[in-house]
């Protein structure tokens, strides 16, 4: 079983075909075609956390983030032979089972709470069973890993992880600063997780979670996701040893029940690599633009691993590991298992 626990869905050579004028960082109207289900399923991946609803920008949270659930839902309609929603963790076992592909609803920003954190029942009921609470500035919930003052989560932001944990939904804090991290983590009755991360001791940028921060939400019983980004190397390429080696390192300090895989991208993989340079290019500055960026993020930093990507990438990653030392219990356990474990103890069987 492989589970990303942060990846995506979309097939990311049709908006290179699109004038570049026609690529939005964040569209409401993702790129998923029969190719990109077709490589999910050839990379062995069961299930999924896709990002959807607002993350950044002038469209109002709330609106945006309703219009893109349903746009979400229609997706799932569409490819029924091959795609399934994910509710619970029964629900990655039958997508397994079936030969289907969970797709789990998650958030990259809180921003769509407004002022009221009873929107979270609205959101379970919609199927959205991850959400993270901010992404990198600040919002009304607490700080972001760029903010320029972190002091951790405002009162409106406990109000959010109660409601979040009332509503079995997953309390992400990816992308959080590092008291707003590990607040969420204590007052949380639920354990909580970092679905896409990297380790800050191996390289210090501001992405990368801390020791202490990796310690304590193990400790409390979640998940930690291991990204496939540029933030791995503070050179801005790092490549499938350097993967390894976070991996590695968040087991040692968590131990290996609480260690996963996020790829923060998708299974399909850019056909020509010198025309993706420009794109690449003008998304990093729109992003710097909008507030969005984050320390590591360069024109020249490809967010992906060039030599861990496509459809073979897992495969290549537990030969990696196996070539380490690690058992096939292990392996297992991060390819997939322990986001199941998670996934059972916040949503249930």
Not at 68 to 84: E, F, Q
Not at 128 to 150: E, F, W
Not at 276 to 300: H, P
Request: glycine share 10%; with cysteine.
């Amino acid at each position: 079983m492989i589970v990303n626990a942060l990846g995506g869905l979309e097939n990311p050579n049709l908006a290179l075909a699109r004038p570049q004028g026609d690529n939005p960082v964040d569209s409401s109207a993702p790129d998923v075609d029969a190719r990109a289900i077709r490589d999910t399923r050839a990379s062995g991946c069961t299930a999924v956390n896709v990002t959807l609803g607002y993350v950044g920008g002038a469209d109002e949270p709330f609106e945006y983030t309703i219009r893109t659930i349903g746009v979400w839902d229609a997706i799932l309609r569409r490819h029924a032979d091959g795609l399934a929603k994910v509710h619970s963790a029964a629900d990655i076992l039958a997508a397994e089972k079936n030969g289907k592909i969970g797709i789990i609803y998650g958030f990259q920003n809180g921003a769509m709470m407004g002022a009221d954190a009873s929107r979270a029942d609205i959101f379970a009921d919609l199927g959205v069973r991850v959400i993270q609470l901010t992404y990198n500035p600040a919002n009304q919930i607490g700080h972001g890993c760029m903010s320029d003052k972190d002091t951790g989560l405002s009162a409106f932001g406990h109000e959010v992880v109660e409601r979040l944990n009332a509503n079995r939904i997953m309390v992400d804090l990816s992308h959080s600063g590092t008291q707003t991290c590990l607040e969420a983590a204590r007052v949380s009755k639920a354990p909580i997780s970092i679905n896409h991360t990297g380790c800050r001791a191996l390289t210090d940028l501001p992405r990368n979670k801390s020791d202490e921060e990796l310690r304590l939400v193990a400790s409390k019983g979640g998940f930690v996701g291991i990204y496939f980004m540029p933030f791995l190397k503070s050179d801005g390429h790092p490549n499938a040893e350097d993967v390894v080696a976070h991996i590695e390192h968040a087991i040692n300090v968590c131990g290996e029940d609480h260690i996963g895989i996020a790829t923060d991208g998708s299974a399909t993989p850019i056909d020509d690599l010198g025309a993706y340079s420009a794109f690449l290019a003008k998304q990093v500055e729109d992003r710097r633009k909008r507030g969005l960026g984050a320390t590591g993020e360069r024109a020249d930093s490809y967010p992906f691993i060039v030599d861990l990507r496509g459809v073979d990438q897992f495969r290549k990653l537990s030969q990696l590991l196996k070539a380490r030392g690690h058992t096939e219990t292990r392996i297992d356990k991060i390819l997939g298992l322990n986001f199941l474990r998670y996934a059972r103890d916040v949503w249930g069987a």
